[in-house]
């Protein structure tokens, strides 16, 4: 890619708002990005593991270590992304875009590629799943992280980027709700699972390229940057005392470990606990219905009640559903049925606003820094992320296992149902609640946040203060900054 020095970029203060109001194409543009990063990634979180025990045969304990272990690989290839991201810019495409370009048929293609494990013994068949998930990932890390970080690029407004992080939750959960109203019901036992999943992620491969073909067409980075190749002390400068950043984290590891537990096991817990299979494409449904209220709802709660206090309270929403869903009676569907869609609700509400706390956390990087580095910022919390999903993905698997999960029974004994209970009840439900209790100490809040954004436009109207050592500007805070002391 070329190294060209970027073109002049469009002014980011937010003050003036023209510049950083996007447009409606701009913002269906990047919802249907993350349209196509779930056909990849939300394909995989919700029937890898019934693919695997129930139509590759590996069992349910090989299984989970192969999640856990390759979903760890995956944390570590987001910060590999990451560093690429930042170190990489073209001067005609933008630091991101490219990455959406170049990367979307890979990625697709590697899909297909694990949904068809062949049949050449156990140990072959591990191999080949092992090859083929850790490939996806990677793949998957390089063109996320770029697709992640290109919200922070696109706008500084709060406001903007709660749309953005809306459209993104929109996008992925069409996916998921098409996952559920049109793969789910297939998945019984006899039926020709194999060519399911095969036709599928055939169809996904060619849907998906044409999304992220949208998405690169319609997305601009428009937001000033006085370096455009970061190096790696730059970027792990930015990260160091990144506090509000490294609390995020710690919050997502949690709450996604509990949401990934879930959805690895709500198929089974519809259709082995509840005995009603026909009621997923119902959930799914509702998920999708209940995304489109949320998503245009986002901008008003964070103005009503800012970013933070929201996502404690979706946090604690999820929390009451999981516990009703693991302790509810089966005799009465309805009742664990609205746990599930309780959970989801505060499920949703977290997962969209989390992506604009995290672009939030790029200019806390920049304001003490002078460099932004999106790329490494959203590959940490990237990486955060995909450990919670690897452990959940683990603790969804070993429940199984432990509870003695018979693939393709028609009934299962009292020890793998509760299993199957505590993996999609009392799991997400811990996590939730410890997840809502690290926020309570988040220090930047939105009045705190648009604080330093002016204070970022004001040092480049004024040229900046003096160069750090890497040539960076140094933009330490005020000493009479008196919310300083709080974020350092």
């Excluded at 964070?302 to 869903?325: D, E, N, P, Q």
């Excluded at 809502?436 to 203060?465: F, K, N, S």
Aim: with cysteine; net charge positive.
């Amino acid at each position: 890619m070329s190294t060209s020095a970027p073109p002049t970029p469009t002014s980011s203060n937010p003050a003036s708002s023209a510049p950083d109001r996007l447009s409606a194409k701009a913002i269906l543009g990047y919802g249907a990005g993350d349209f196509a990063n779930n056909l990849a990634f939300a394909t995989a979180g919700a029937f890898l593991l019934i693919y695997y025990t129930d139509v590759a045969g590996i069992s349910a304990a090989a299984a989970g270590t192969l999640l856990l272990v390759v979903r760890i690989f995956d944390a570590f290839a987001d910060i590999l992304a990451g560093r690429i991201v930042d170190r990489t810019y073209s001067k005609r495409l933008g630091k991101f875009r490219p990455f959406l370009l170049f990367g979307s048929v890979p990625l697709l293609g590697l899909s297909v590629a694990t949904f068809a494990v062949p049949q050449i013994g156990h140990t072959g068949m591990l191999v080949y799943a092992y090859l083929t998930y850790a490939a996806l990932g990677l793949a998957y890390s390089l063109v996320n992280i770029p697709y992640g970080s290109l919200a922070g690029a696109m706008t500084q407004v709060p406001s903007e980027r709660a749309k953005l992080a809306s459209a993104r939750s929109v996008g992925g959960s069409i996916v998921s709700a098409g996952l559920g109203i049109l793969i789910a019901p297939r998945l019984v036992p006899g039926a020709d699972l194999q060519t399911v999943f095969t036709v599928a992620t055939l169809c996904f491969m060619v849907v998906g390229t044409a999304c992220y073909l949208f998405t690169f067409f319609t997305c601009r980075e428009r937001v000033q940057r006085e370096v455009t190749h970061v190096s790696m002390r730059q970027s792990f400068t930015t990260l160091k005392g990144n506090r509000p950043l490294l609390m995020l984290c710690v919050s997502s590891v949690l709450f996604i470990t509990g949401g990934l537990s879930l959805s690895t096991l709500q198929l089974y817990y519809v259709r082995d606990v509840l005995h009603a299979l026909h009621l997923y494409p119902v959930l799914s449904t509702i998920q999708l219905v209940a995304t489109f209220v949320l998503a245009p709802a986002i901008p008003f709660l964070v103005r009503r009640f800012g970013k933070r206090t929201a996502y404690m309270g979706g946090s604690v929403v999820t929390a009451l559903g999981g516990l009703i869903v693991a302790l509810s009676p089966t005799n009465v569907i309805l009742l664990p049925f609205a746990g599930l869609v309780l959970g989801m609700f505060g499920f949703l509400l977290v997962n969209m606003l989390v992506w604009a706390l995290e672009a939030d956390t790029v200019e806390y990087g920049e304001w003490r820094t002078g460099v932004r580095t999106e790329g490494i910022t959203y590959a940490l919390f990237s990486f955060t992320r995909k450990t919670g999903q690897a452990i959940g993905g683990a603790v969804g698997a070993y429940a199984l296992a432990l509870g003695g999960y018979a693939a393709g029974a028609p009934e299962q004994t009292e020890a793998a149902l509760w299993g199957i209970r505590i993996g999609t009840g009392i799991v997400p439900a811990l996590c939730a609640l410890a997840a809502a209790l690290i926020m309570l100490a988040y220090p930047l809040t939105d009045t705190r946040h648009a604080e330093i954004v002016a204070e970022i436009a004001a040092r480049r109207q004024q040229g900046g203060g003096d160069n750090g050592p890497d040539g960076q500007r140094s933009a330490s805070p005020a000493p009479s900054d008196p919310a300083s002391s709080v974020l350092d």
